[in-house]
């Protein structure tokens, strides 16, 4: 039995759905078959907040596509475990782990692979605000991609985030419209609500809070559906900017507070902390507008 994962690679930020078949009766598993029982061991690690449990398991999976020199199986458990990698902030393996796609060259990865890998890449650069290097990777994805591929649509919102970095909000605007169409075309819910984010983003640049608050309320019920905490968290965070930049604080303090109710529940510290501290500011700016009294 060939299972659909080993197919499909989900990037930024989803993790790859593991197979549902049940595992082998006779032991050991072995090929294919103990690729995709290290998967779903993987997958239930994630399911339960083990992060470390889930590399170790894309580790093995890793391993046993290499033992079998199944190309697919390892390109798609190195973008895997690069990405728990990530999540555990453990950015040098995660880059280690996408080398064994990026300077594989000898297994004949896929143009699809090779632009899933260099898109994680991208991102891992950017996320350390190392754009000039995100944006040769982002390149080298998109020319993998060619005219078109399952990643076509996280690479504008990537090009976009870089855009935005770069204070163009204009050029953010454009690709994440481009993202935006593109993945409605395709059907990706994630990426569209990446991309609505990212306008969100760019407009709260521009001041418009108005189109800010549309284009993040849109984002916001997508996340919602498809139940990603990380993207509700920046959605909320997001709202709350915008609020606060319409002259909301009451509603602004209300996105924040339920952003770091998500993140407390998603176990993410550091999300928990960013909220609790715009919370905090802004009740300092609550005090610094408030007229002061005269001395009796």
């Given at each position: 039995m060939r299972c659909p994962w080993l197919r499909t690679a989900a990037l930024?930020?989803?993790?790859?759905?593991?197979?549902?078949?049940?595992?082998?009766?006779?032991?050991?598993?072995?090929?294919e078959a103990a690729v995709i029982e290290a998967?779903?061991?993987?997958?239930?690690?994630?399911?339960?907040?083990?992060?470390?449990g889930a590399a170790r398991q894309y580790r093995e999976a890793v391993r046993l596509a290499r033992s079998v020199e199944d190309a697919e199986g390892i390109a798609a458990n190195a973008i895997n475990l690069s990405i728990v990698y990530q999540r555990l902030g453990r950015r040098e393996d995660a880059r280690a782990s996408l080398a064994i796609v990026l300077e594989g060259g000898r297994l004949g990865f896929s143009g699809e692979r090779m632009a899933q890998a260099a898109l994680r890449r991208s991102v891992l650069d950017m996320e350390e605000r190392r754009f000039a290097g995100a944006g040769?990777?982002?390149?080298?994805?998109?020319?993998?991609?060619?005219?078109?591929?399952?990643?076509?649509?996280?690479?504008?919102?990537?090009?976009?985030?870089?855009?935005?970095e770069a204070e163009r909000p204009d050029q953010a605007a454009a690709s994440a419209r481009a993202a935006l169409g593109a993945s409605r075309t395709s059907g990706d819910r994630a990426e569209a609500a990446n991309a609505l984010r990212l306008l969100g983003a760019a407009a709260i640049r521009t001041g418009d809070a108005?189109?800010?608050?549309?284009y993040l309320g849109e984002a916001l019920a997508i996340d919602r559906e498809l139940a990603a905490p990380r993207k509700i968290y920046l959605d909320l965070i997001a709202l709350g900017r915008a609020n606060a930049l319409r002259g909301d604080r009451a509603a602004a303090r209300s996105f924040y507070e339920r952003a770091s109710a998500v993140s407390e529940a998603d176990r993410d510290a550091e999300g928990a902390a960013q909220a609790r501290a715009l919370i905090e500011a802004l009740g300092e700016n609550l005090q610094a507008r408030q007229p002061a009294r005269a001395a009796p």
């Open positions: 930024l930020p989803a993790f790859l759905a593991a197979c549902v078949a049940p595992p082998p009766a006779s032991p050991p598993p072995s090929g998967n779903r061991r993987a997958d239930v690690y994630l399911r339960g907040g083990d992060l470390e040769e990777w982002l390149e080298r994805a998109a020319a993998y991609c060619g005219r078109g591929c399952s990643v076509s649509a996280a690479i504008q919102n990537v090009r976009g985030q870089l855009a935005l108005g189109a800010a608050i549309g």
